[in-house]
């Protein structure tokens, strides 16, 4: 294919400049056919008044020889062939932005087989189906290009007609696929998702792969994206991989969640789903990526209460076990990074209590490494949960150590003392003011 030498528009000369019509009716006339059989002058001048602006429109890797003969085709009134060259024209453009796409990388992302070959076999609708697959066309882009197909096949010289495009027809056509196609400039790379599946299953991934990836996804269209999401998600809740596949799908997870569309987090919910009838495994790893990832809020709200509940009662039997100072870490962090502002109504004043417990600690002290966690925590208590507070520590039950602590173990006396005054003045309810300045007094 010959590519126009101008990186220019052609300047194409004035309709009056480029008289045709004696051309034509000569012709038509010497052998023996109506001059209506080609578009009339009138419908040529509205095609050419606008064809330079169309021409101007197309990106330059597009404007080739196929161009030249529409606009030759235009001026002598064969609008037929006028619309097989543009469509063509447009046509060969999607097949090169499947190709610049990648060829493996669009077979990964369609589900089968497409290289050059079958890439020129395939028919006009069926690629326009494949780009709006890989994100080069839109659901209106779509709507406009299938119109034009028709066209195409109605009013073109590809196929015989008894009909003919007038000018404003024929404007509006070359329009949608100038506007659709060939002045698009959506273009991209294919994410190679063999090379990438073969990375995370190596070994863990270093911090320049990470971000070399991270950069490739977050340049990738919605679609790319929306596979890339559900096989982090695929690979990371199955049971059989390695731990080191788990924590690179949930690290590359983490960098790009905000990007993914609502129909790509759609798509793992339902995967989720699946997995609570299917298999319980899968149903715990799932919910420990929407966890991790920060979208516990995504889940129904009866299993966010039963995640948060199994990691409240972790962490107590952490701090009631052996060795608890240095066993309570893990779980404070858990608690402290996933779940602070997410903690249902219903669990709250466990929460809360479990949190002031394990701060106050026993007469030997408190675990040193959970401690920061504890506090952040507290720190962030709301009022609600502060009034939670002051309830649990007058509440009269047997288990309830952390009321038999503050007034039995001086240490821990001191260390709640400690706690009420990491609590934010704001967030003191108007009944427990009193009963916060007394501690803060004593």
């Known amino acids: 294919m010959s590519y126009l030498t101008s990186i220019q528009p052609p300047n194409l000369p004035d309709f009056a400049e480029c008289d045709t019509e004696s051309i034509i009716t000569s012709l038509t006339t010497s052998l023996g056919i109506p001059r209506n059989v080609l578009a009339t002058q009138q419908d040529i001048k509205t095609v050419w008044s606008n064809l330079r602006s169309t021409l101007e429109n197309v990106k330059l890797e597009y404007r080739h020889e196929l161009l030249a003969r529409m606009v030759v085709s235009i001026r002598i009134g064969l609008f037929s062939a006028a619309v097989n060259d543009m469509w063509n024209t447009a046509i060969l453009a999607l097949r090169q932005k499947v190709k610049n796409f990648g060829y493996s990388e669009a077979a990964s992302f369609l589900k089968r087989d497409i290289n050059e070959k079958k890439l020129g076999e395939i028919r006009d609708k069926e690629l326009i189906d494949i780009c709006v697959e890989l994100g080069f066309l839109n659901d209106d882009s779509y709507f406009f290009i299938n119109n034009c197909r028709e066209i195409r096949n109605n009013y073109s010289s590809a196929h015989p007609s008894n009909s003919m495009l007038d000018g404003i ?102 995967e989720y789903s699946s997995y609570m009838i299917k298999s319980k495994s899968k149903k715990q790893y799932s919910e420990r990526f929407f966890e991790k990832v920060g979208a516990l809020e995504l889940l129904p709200q009866d299993k966010i209460a039963s995640i948060v509940l199994t990691a409240i009662k972790n962490l107590e039997e952490a701090h009631h076990g052996m060795d608890n100072f240095y066993n309570e870490k893990p779980f404070a962090e858990r608690l402290a990074s996933s779940f602070d502002k997410k903690i249902p109504n219903p669990i709250l004043k466990r929460y809360v209590a479990t949190v002031a417990l394990c701060y106050v600690g026993n007469n030997y002290g408190t675990s040193n490494s959970a401690a920061p966690y504890y506090e952040r925590m507290i720190k962030n208590f709301s009022l609600k949960e502060v009034e939670q507070l002051f309830a649990v520590i007058k509440e009269e039950r047997e288990d309830n150590y952390l009321k038999y602590r503050i007034e039995n173990v001086s240490r821990c006396k001191k260390q709640f003392k400690s706690l009420i005054g990491l609590l934010s003045k704001d967030a003191i309810p108007l009944k427990n003011r009193t009963e916060y300045d007394n501690w803060l007094k004593k």
Not at 187 to 207: A, L, R
Not at 245 to 267: F, H, M, P
């Open 169 to 270: 027809e024929l404007n509006y056509f070359m329009h949608q696929c100038t506007k659709h196609i060939l002045g698009n400039d959506i273009q991209y790379e294919g994410f190679p998702v063999s090379e990438f599946m073969n990375i995370i299953k190596q070994g863990k991934m270093d911090s320049q792969t990470i971000e070399t990836f991270t950069e490739k996804i977050l340049r990738a269209n919605d679609l790319q994206k929306s596979a890339i999401l559900k096989m982090l998600f695929a690979n990371y809740v199955d049971e059989k991989n390695d731990e080191y596949v788990r924590e690179n799908c949930l690290i590359i997870s983490q960098k790009t969640w905000k990007t993914y569309s609502d129909n790509a987090i759609g798509e793992i919910l339902g």
